[in-house]
């Protein structure tokens, strides 16, 4: 049953990578790469590793995307 | 003639790689200091989380070398980013009401969730470093919700160079007191899984949490005031 739905969650992370790479419009991008860190501390917690999980969602997911939508706004937001 | 030394240089770190990597008992464990930590860490240091006594106790040295690399990529990015700052102010459009209302409401929430992870960080999982990012994440919240709100820069200075002079302050003491290595714990360790326990360890997570949540929060601070 664990096994089942770890792996659900590594497909759907994935996913959000697979997608993060292939978005012209670089805020979504941005939105998956934030969602790739939210499933890997949901991961995290599956392992056993609270402490790890809680540093990947506060820093991964909250800082560096807003240091993201930082950047986009001093540049361009859609891709060539 | 670059590329086929680059293959070469590839070929050798593989190589290396591969002979060290195969020497290396995968998925058992040779060391026996895991083994000890979990064994008599509660006793030994008082803290309920044995990642926090490691942590902050057995490995505190590892710590200070933690913050001081944090404070320093701090300080560099301030000071990359402060040279030739544009008094001028752009037209912002202001947040909408439910935008602004929901920030206000959030943000002592997401404040007081944070201190509680550095606090309790000797009892339950997190500690400073989590808690701290906790509390520069509220700020980020109202930077990018309700524009024009800005914490002090020589308030955050203040509360960031308090939080590293109480951890040298308190390792030192503990060089003092203990006598033996620094940052000893010398308070008493109390009752386990109490929230008054554990010595010394409560102190430095405050003053880490403290310390890292500014620290993130002006490095964000500096990143949005520079786009503007």
């Known amino acids: ?80 | 003639m670059r590329s086929i030394i680059s293959i070469f240089l590839l070929v050798v770190i593989a190589w290396g790689m591969i002979t060290v990597l195969q020497e290396i008992p995968f998925g058992s464990s040779e060391t026996r200091v895991g083994q000890r930590y979990i064994d008599q860490g509660r006793e030994e240091t008082g803290a309920a989380n044995i990642v926090t006594s490691v942590v902050l106790n057995y490995r505190g040295f590892d710590t200070l070398g933690e913050i001081t690399v944090l404070f320093v990529a701090a300080i560099g990015l301030g000071a990359v980013l402060s040279t030739n700052r544009k008094k001028k102010k752009r037209e912002i459009e202001s947040a909408s009401l439910v935008l602004y209302t929901g920030c206000r409401f959030l943000f002592p929430l997401i404040l007081l969730f944070g201190a509680y992870i550095f606090i309790h960080g000797h009892l339950t999982p997190g500690g400073g470093f989590q808690g701290g990012a906790i509390v520069a994440s509220a700020f980020v919240l109202v930077y990018l919700g309700c524009r024009g709100r800005r914490i002090s820069e020589t308030g955050s200075k203040a509360v960031e160079s308090l939080g590293g002079l109480i951890f040298i302050g308190i390792g030192l003491a503990g060089l003092a007191v203990g006598g033996r290595y620094f940052l000893s714990n010398f308070l008493p360790k109390g009752e386990l899984n109490t929230l008054f326990s554990a010595g010394v360890i409560p102190i430095l997570y405050i003053a880490i949490g403290f310390k890292v949540g500014s620290e993130l929060a002006g490095v964000i601070d500096h990143l949005i005031e520079d786009s503007e």
């Open chain 1, 1 to 80: 049953m664990m096994i089942i739905v770890v792996s659900l969650f590594v497909l759907l992370m994935l996913v959000a990578a697979v997608a993060a790479l292939i978005f012209k419009d670089l805020m979504s991008a941005v939105i998956a790469a934030c969602m790739v860190s939210l499933i890997a501390s949901i991961l995290f917690y599956f392992l056993q590793a609270p402490d790890v999980a809680m540093a990947e969602a506060s820093i991964g997911a909250a800082l560096i995307t807003a240091v993201f939508i930082v950047a986009i706004r001093r540049t361009e937001r859609f891709e060539e």
